[in-house]
């Protein structure tokens, strides 16, 4: 799926691709935000499909993927990841080249809301 040669889960396909990326935006998905994923299109697929039933049998959303927020409506939002896309420990290797204190949005931590490290310049 991702040109990575021989490599046999999602996982290990973002650790070599990490080494070889520039930006972070440029890995792949984690394992766990792509089954997630799969789960919210598996879903949204049986909801068409007994779209013309009038009281169509759906497991609950909750285990497919899907947040209930309460507002005014009761409305569905998508679970994009359930732990932290990136370890603590390669958030510590990655640093920026800001000159200026990263203070501007031309920052690339910044600007993905990330905090910048002891080794950022």
């Known amino acids: 799926m991702y040109k990575c040669g021989n490599i046999e889960s999602v996982n290990e ?3 070599l691709l990490f080494s070889k990326a520039t930006k972070p935006a440029a890995l792949p998905p984690t ?3 792509l089954e997630l994923h799969n789960k919210r299109a598996h879903y949204q697929a049986l909801v068409w499909k007994q779209a013309s039933i009038q009281q169509p049998n759906l497991p609950s959303p ?3 993927g899907w947040i209930k927020e309460d507002g005014n409506a009761v409305q569905l939002v998508p679970l994009l990841i359930t732990y932290d896309p990136i370890p603590k420990a390669c958030k510590e290797l990655m640093f920026c080249s800001c000159k200026s204190g990263c203070t501007t949005l031309r920052c690339g931590y910044k600007k993905a809301k ?3 490290t002891e080794v950022c310049s």
Do not use: I, K, P, Y
């Open 31 to 33: 394992q766990n935000a």
């Open 62 to 64: 909750d285990e497919m």
């Open 13 to 15: 396909a973002r650790v």
């Open 114 to 116: 990330l905090f910048c």
